[in-house]
């Protein structure tokens, strides 16, 4: 018999003074900005965010999930007006 586990869903914290989870559980600086990446290969659809991004934000994000192998992102954003889609490269 044989079972393995497909690790396909990540949560994102990011933010200008944001140090990682264990400073911030400290008494350290938090998070500006979370969303949830559901994996699929080398690509991340970045979905449900909350808080502040900023271009900054955006770049560091992709540098760490290109850290795990993450090639592209999908960035779907639902405001105001009808949903919208950015396609990026992970830097």
């Known amino acids: ?3 393995d586990v497909e690790v396909v869903v990540a949560i994102i914290r990011a933010g200008r003074d944001y140090q990682g989870r264990a ?11 979370a969303a949830t990446a559901i994996i699929r290969g080398d690509t991340a659809e970045i ?17 760490a999930l290109g ?10 954003r ?5 949903p919208r889609t950015v396609e990026r490269v992970a830097r």
């Open 47 to 63: 979905i449900g965010g909350v808080g502040s991004l900023t271009p900054a934000l955006v770049r560091e994000i992709e540098r």
């Open 23 to 33: 400073v911030a559980a400290a008494g350290g600086p938090g998070y500006d900005f």
């Open 1 to 3: 018999m044989l079972a």
């Open 78 to 82: 639902y405001g105001r007006q009808r």
């Open 67 to 76: 850290e795990h192998g993450i090639t592209s992102a999908h960035w779907v």
